[in-house]
């Protein structure tokens, strides 16, 4: 295994002590290799409603060495999108998809206009042009929402997708994957030669481990095991 994704709802109400405990879980283990979103379910906040303003704050505290570690730091007071290369030819790009002070119940995501403008930045630079670009985020930027009721998608997935199609299209990267999770159930898809891979959920199923397994070859191919 080359790197460890979790592409966020790592809790069920985001309270600091759930956020805490699943951190501990990790600390130890070589920061470099592991690498984490927020899902809604960590940011969105159910009780107690007191702590909504800095819900982000905490979470970033409690991962902060699984975010943007060492010099890769794109702001001091920031953390997504965050760039990670994760092996030669492989660079990771960390995003965050959750609207601060909702309630849990309130499904739908945006990246936003900084993130958005960001990305674009980075495209743009062509600075990966020779290597594998993954996105890693957490509401489906496919805008299915597979169980969930019809307005819990990413409301910004149109302009997201845009930017990858045309990055592909001028060769901005050598290949393109986002992998998301938030609808729990698995599925694939390739559009217009950016894939999109849905995890079903990292969980324990009868006291044992669930993960989804993706293999990414050096010139963009890919197969997961779910």
Known sequence: V????LAGDLTDTGAASELEA???????????LISVVPGNHDI???????????????FKHAFSEFL???PNRLESDEYFPFVKTIKKGFVLVGLDSTILG??????????????????????????YSDSNLIFLIHHDPLARTGILPPHNVLAD???FKNLLFSALENKAARSICVIFGHTHEKKFECLR????VCIPGFAFVKNKPCFTQIQINASGGLRGTF
Do not use: C, M
């Not at 080359?2 to 994704?5: K, R, T, Y």
């Not at 945006?110 to 062509?126: F, P, T, Y």
């Open 22 to 32: 699943v951190a501990a879980a990790l600390r130890g283990r070589d920061a470099n």
């Open 193 to 196: 030669g950016v894939s999109f």
């Open 157 to 159: 997935a149109a302009r």
């Open 2 to 5: 080359d790197h460890i994704l």
């Open 102 to 127: 909702r309630p849990i119940w309130a499904l739908e995501g945006s990246l936003g206009e900084k993130q958005l403008r960001k990305i674009s930045e980075l495209l743009d630079s062509r600075a």
């Open 44 to 58: 969105a906040r159910f009780y107690p409603f007191s702590n909504k303003e800095n819900q982000r704050s905490v």
């Open 68 to 70: 943007t570690p060492g």
